[in-house]
């Protein structure tokens, strides 16, 4: 899984990360330097989505002038740089299943996607399992479903 990305320490720990705790690996912001912490300690597991969500936040912040062009290039270009280490997590019908299940929470219909693509990395045993995060609702829901989650501020 890391072992693909040359010049980089392979990590023993591997970690569900939200697209929202991947931003800040893209553009600088707040939350980047606590990213970069966990990026190092962490291997990435992803939903298969994330990239696009990571994509249009991106575009959001270049269209509200948070970035200029420059910014815009280099934050896209660091996204494609983390999609060839991350391993991603499949859409399938186990996935939709569950997803379907989790909108008994309070959770927009992509994050119920992103955890159910995290239930399903773990085989549904999310004990000693890490989820990291940067949106309350879903941290919330992920350490009601027994992930060990660190909130990205």
């Known amino acids: 899984m890391m072992a693909r ?5 392979l990590r023993e720990a591997t970690a569900f990360w939200d697209a929202s705790a991947l931003v800040p690996l893209c553009f600088k912001e707040s939350a980047s330097g ?4 966990y990026f190092r300690k962490f291997g990435q597991v992803v939903w298969w989505a994330s990239a696009v969500e990571i994509y249009s936040a991106i575009c959001r912040l270049y269209r509200e002038g948070k970035m200029a062009d420059l910014d815009k290039d280099r934050a896209v270009s660091r996204l494609r740089s983390l999609r060839d280490g991350w391993r991603e997590i499949l859409p399938d019908e186990a996935i939709r299943n569950l997803a379907c299940s989790l909108l008994e929470k309070p959770l ?15 085989n549904q045993r999310p004990s000693r399992r890490t989820f990291i995060c940067g949106d ?6 992920a ?5 060990t989650v660190i909130q990205m501020s």
């Not at 309350?136 to 829901?141: E, F, I, N, P």
């Open 136 to 141: 309350r609702r879903l941290s919330s829901a």
């Open 108 to 122: 927009k219909t992509s994050d119920s996607l992103q955890l159910a693509a995290s239930l399903v990395w773990c």
């Open 143 to 147: 350490a009601s479903a027994g992930f």
């Open 5 to 9: 990305l040359a010049g980089r320490r």
């Open 34 to 37: 606590q990213a970069q912490s």
